[in-house]
């Protein structure tokens, strides 16, 4: 079993950048893949961006690419979302997800773990 916590949100506008981190604790993480979803008021979760903790294999949404990347720090157990160019549109709750096995799922149903989430403002 693994439990998460995500950090980093916050108000900003839109051009700016933010870097959520998403802290796993557990002692067979690096067995797990990890995935950012959000959800936005009224909508959906939606899939975001996912990592392969093995080797760092990642895959994202295509509104997001060549925007966010999501990585990985061993050392400290913890999954980062790096948002740069922050529109509008992507304001949401992030939450990160955490499933057992090296498939980077992009359905929500597919990851067991989840953290609380965080709140991702940008403002126009």
């Known amino acids: 079993q693994v439990q998460l916590a995500e950090s980093g949100g916050g108000l900003v506008q839109a051009g700016d950048s933010l870097r959520l981190s998403c802290a796993a604790s557990g002692r067979t993480v690096r067995s797990y893949s990890v995935g950012w979803f959000r959800q936005a008021p009224g909508k959906e979760r939606e899939f975001v961006a996912a990592?392969?903790?093995?080797?760092?294999?990642?895959r994202a949404t295509d509104s997001v690419k060549g925007r966010f990347t999501i990585s990985r720090d061993n050392a400290k157990n913890t999954v980062y979302l790096q948002m740069n160019s922050l529109k509008p549109e992507d304001t949401a709750v992030y939450y990160c997800?955490?499933?057992?096995?090296?498939?980077?799922?992009?359905?929500?149903?597919?990851?067991?773990?989840w953290g609380q989430g965080t709140q991702v403002t940008v403002s126009s």
């Open positions: 990592i392969r903790w093995s080797d760092g294999t990642t």
């Open positions: 997800a955490a499933r057992l096995g090296v498939i980077l799922q992009i359905s929500s149903p597919s990851y067991p773990y």
